[in-house]
């Protein structure tokens, strides 16, 4: 029997020793396998809360880049309203204007565009010269995710081609010029119209607006484009009191620009101030005066200074805000028995 104990005493011995030496592998690491799980478990957590470098979570005005691609320099507004957009630009610190002067060509305005979506500005805000053509550089504008604000005059692309139009009702502007003539021709008469740039949504505005409530005794004998400048009024007018020597009680112009050229040419006619009656849009300096010298009986308002919107839209469209679709100035008519008092407030 002692026999059998011993060997039974050795093999107890033996398992004791096999099972306390089990390597490293198995038991110590199996006991510190779940710290070094909860380790590495921390550090992929922590890399993973490590944020990406931070966006900006809200930009400034130091931050914007603005296209601002100016149709022209055709008229005393056009020139207010890029006095309003660079004195803006310059008042507020932004980063950088891109402006320019397309002369009044659109494809020079496409130009202008496609040359900020290369430089990839912030936004871009377009005074646009005439209401077609702009679906492409609009779409490519948007392709880019670049923000568009139609500025002034309204284009016929597609309202999903763009962000915001901030300008003027040029529809109801042609109504109140229509209000107006009707009440300076109460029996009626004939009148002829000087209309601004052809296809541009200002002159549309107003042609359509007037049409539409003006009385039907009043019969518009012709329509000529003077494209909002006096240089190109003058002739527009000789060739009109040619034509309807005479015949004229009243002019209904798109622009005091143009206004102030048609009187040159009634001037140089032996026509004197209030002989015709004349109702014209903008209600600039030289619309004042003239309203001071008899010559024009109403000038409807249409505001040129739309700098300061302009920047607050744009911050707002960078920064991902909502901004109204559609926002129209508010405007006023402007009448001679209080010019002169006001030509020294007028800021255009
Ligand atoms: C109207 C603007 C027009 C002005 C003109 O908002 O586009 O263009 O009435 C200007 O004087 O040239």
């Known amino acids: 029997m002692s026999r059998v104990k011993n060997i039974a005493f050795i ?33 992929v957590a ?28 055709e008229s005393d507004w056009r020139t207010a309203n890029s006095a309003s957009i660079k004195s803006s630009a310059d ?42 053509g702009w679906d492409a550089v609009l779409t490519e504008a948007k ?28 529809f109801l502007e042609g109504q109140r010029a229509a209000e107006e003539m009707n009440a300076l021709l109460p029996d009626g008469g004939n009148i002829l119209e000087l209309s601004g740039t052809v296809g541009s949504g200002a002159a549309v505005g107003r042609a359509d607006g007037f049409r ?10 012709d329509s000529q484009t003077g494209n909002f400048t006096r240089a190109e009024a003058i002739p527009v007018m000789e060739a009109f ?27 140089a006619a032996g026509i004197n101030p209030g002989d015709i009656k004349i109702v014209s849009v903008d209600g600039t300096r030289g619309g004042f005066q003239a309203m001071i010298d008899g010559w024009i009986q109403a000038d409807v308002e249409c505001n040129p200074l739309l700098g300061p919107q302009v920047m607050e839209i744009a911050l707002a469209l960078m920064n991902g805000e909502t901004v109204e679709a559609e926002i129209l100035t508010n405007e006023t008519v402007y009448y001679p028995d209080n010019a002169e008092e006001l030509l020294p407030t007028r800021q255009y």
Do not use: W
């Open 241 to 267: 009191l040619k034509k309807y020597a005479g015949e004229i009680d009243g002019l209904f112009i798109h622009n005091d620009d143009m206004a102030i050229g048609a009187i040159e040419a009634l001037k």
């Open 91 to 132: 008042e507020l610190g932004i980063q950088q204007l891109i402006f320019s002067d397309a002369q009044q060509k659109q494809e020079n305005q496409i130009s202008a565009v496609r040359a900020c979506i290369q430089q990839g500005v912030s936004v871009i805000a377009l005074p646009p010269v005439v209401e077609d």
């Open 212 to 221: 539409d409530s003006l009385n039907d005794n009043i019969t518009i004998l």
């Open 11 to 43: 093999l107890l011995i033996t398992i004791m020793v096999l099972s306390a030496c089990t390597p490293a592998d198995t038991a110590a690491p199996a006991a510190e396998e779940p710290e070094a799980a909860a380790e590495a478990e921390a550090e």
């Open 46 to 73: 922590e890399e993973a809360e490590e944020p990406a470098e931070a966006e900006p979570t809200t930009y400034t005005y130091a931050d914007l880049v603005l296209c601002y691609p100016q149709l022209g320099a």
């Open 143 to 170: 392709e880019a995710g670049i923000p568009v604000i139609i500025v002034d005059r309204s284009v016929s692309a597609d309202a999903s081609l763009y962000d915001v139009h901030l300008g003027s009702n040029m």
